[in-house]
């Protein structure tokens, strides 16, 4: 099983230093994604079907509602560290505008990211923050994660706000059966633990309700349904409240062991050892 060596929640995301030891199943996030290597073996990512290297000279970009694997790359006993950041598009979009685009599943227009001297300055800082620190104040962490993300930004080509408006809004041009289907999906509980009631709430089979499903958004319906399911997993594991046993009641598991494995395969830790790691980390005093 993957270690967790850090993990923090925040209004800006997500950020885990990880061990990692096992591959992950395809999955996605609205979150903008970068992977880090910070030590360990070079290992791999697959993004839309495209093998992408995490080495010591380059980074992962993973856009929000992009599908991406982890390829594990095992060398002896020897298991890759990474860093990786789920940044909230609207946290990132109120620091700069350079990130009013960054919800948008091509915003980072290629994959791979250079690491220069300053990204793995900044890099080397915030991981040893991470590694070491007991406390990270908040302004101290945004400030860290705002300089590895904006460093990316430097040799990185990303889509504009600008080029948005120029090429016309994608959900305004959605079928409205799939915008239908994602307001189902998102309100109702169970929107993703039944795709077939979501498909004939839409008038559509199955079959084409996968096709059209995937043609507008580029994700499968039961991927879709999985990021729900895992960001609803995140915040109440979080909140440390409800048992495991309820958690995975709501999300439609029949038996805790089946939503165990399912976090497992998505995350590479069980819930419960995610529950026992994540801190929130503190907030800004206004």
Request: net charge neutral; hydrophobic share 40%; glycine share 6%.
């Amino acid at each position: 099983m993957s270690k967790v060596i850090r993990l923090l929640h925040g209004e800006f995301g997500r950020v885990a230093l990880l061990e990692m030891d096992a591959p992950l199943v395809t999955h996605a996030h609205h979150h903008c994604h970068i992977l880090c290597k910070v030590g360990g073996p070079d290992t791999a990512f697959q993004v839309r079907g495209k093998n992408c290297p995490l080495t010591d000279s380059n980074a992962v970009l993973i856009n929000a509602w992009e599908e991406h694997s982890y390829l594990h790359l095992p060398v002896g006993s020897n298991n890759p560290i990474l860093l990786a950041l789920y940044l909230e598009p609207k946290w990132l979009a109120s620091f700069s505008k350079k990130f009013l685009a960054s919800s948008h599943p091509r915003f980072f227009i290629n994959n791979l990211s250079t690491m220069g001297v300053y990204q793995k300055k900044a890099l080397e800082k915030i991981s040893m923050e991470l590694w070491w620190a007991d406390q990270i104040a908040h302004d101290q962490l945004e400030s860290m994660l705002l300089e590895l993300t904006l460093s990316f930004m430097e040799n990185t080509d990303v889509i504009t706000a600008g080029d948005l408006r120029s090429s016309g809004n994608t959900l305004a041009f959605m079928d409205p059966r799939i915008r239908k289907a994602i307001h189902l999906m998102r309100t109702s509980p169970q929107g993703f633990n039944d795709i077939a009631l979501v498909a004939k709430s839409v008038n559509l089979s199955r079959s084409h309700f996968f096709e059209l499903f995937r043609r507008c958004t580029g994700l499968s319906p039961v991927v879709f349904a999985n990021v729900l399911r895992m960001e609803f997993a995140f915040d109440a594991l979080a909140d440390k409240d409800e048992s495991l046993i309820h958690i995975g009641d709501e999300l439609g598991f029949s038996a805790q062991g089946h939503f165990t494995r399912f976090f497992k395969q998505h995350q590479g830790v069980t819930p419960s050892l995610y529950r026992q790691q994540v801190e929130k980390a503190p907030k800004l005093d206004s």
